[in-house]
């Protein structure tokens, strides 16, 4: 697939997020929220955290269970230390990535490696597969300089985290649900496109600046689904000014959804079993945080 798009997709609405307290009590906008999962299947949540309170993020995500879907924390600036029940640690820091499939069963922890400044980043829920939710835990961190990254002839700055663009391959890859993660940087007056499977939900998140997609500005803080519409073959964003934003795609798996707290599976049953092993000690059993 090439980066030439020709019919452009639009805007289909615009979310604010919600301003929500999770782990130990950090602040967090809430940008996918529940509502949102079938509409953009196959992601399941995106936080949005940022600030420069240390009271905002000290306390931090303590030792908690997930099962059934794969989180990718993304760390635009500050220090998290990961630690998990399959042995797995690694510090997060400026640029930085952390992939995690949690599969059958993990027990992890993320906890600021800082006392002070800013403490700024994403963090995205990407459903897995039916055939996958039961499969091994994974985990790899990616350090910032280890994100493939590319400079366009107009001077826009991409970070591949997920799927490709423009030839230059990102650091992860999967196979059902095809993902595309870019953190896209554009100087005033620039422009930038992005060609995009027909069948992927997508949506862009702003959180510097504003940018426009065809005749719709999308400012600082805001999530822009993108329309699913017949025929088109990608997303042209353009910024007057200075502005950064994260662009997300992915293949629906059009699966049923059931969701209790840290646990996605397809049925309710599933969801008895995963609070029943975690109860009982067999979640995230490989080791012990």
Known sequence: MTDQVSSPRGVERIISG???????????????TQPLQRRLDPFLMLDNFGS??????????????HRGFETV???????????????????????????????RGV??????EQEEGVMEGFQLWLNL?????????????????????????DGVEVKV???????????????????????????????????????HNAFIFTYRGEVNVGDKAVASGRMAILANTAGAD??????????????????????PIAQYGPFVMNTQA???????DFRAGKLGEEAHV
């Open 129 to 153: 597969p039916a055939k996958d939710k039961m499969r091994a835990p994974w985990y790899r961190d990616f350090n910032g300089a280890d994100v493939p990254a590319f400079t366009t002839a």
């Open 107 to 112: 027990i992890h922890s993320e906890m600021p």
């Open 234 to 255: 990608g997303v042209t964003v353009h910024a007057e000014q200075a502005s950064r934003l994260i662009l997300v795609a992915g293949q629906p798996l059009n699966e």
């Open 52 to 65: 420069d309170q240390a009271n905002d993020y000290i306390a931090g995500f303590p030792s908690h269970p």
């Open 161 to 199: 985290i997920a799927g490709s663009s423009h030839g230059v391959a990102g650091a992860v890859q999967r196979e059902v649900t095809e993902p595309i993660y870019l953190d896209i940087h554009l100087p005033a007056g620039a422009s930038f496109s992005q060609a995009l499977p027909e069948g």
């Open 270 to 276: 599933e969801i008895f079993a995963a609070v029943e």
């Open 73 to 103: 924390t993304y760390m635009l600036e500050g220090r998290m230390r990961h630690k998990d029940s399959a042995g797995n640690e690694g510090l997060l820091t400026n640029g930085g990535v952390q992939w995690m499939t949690a599969g």
């Open 18 to 32: 919600q301003a929500v307290m999770d782990g130990a009590g950090v602040k967090i906008n809430r940008v996918l």
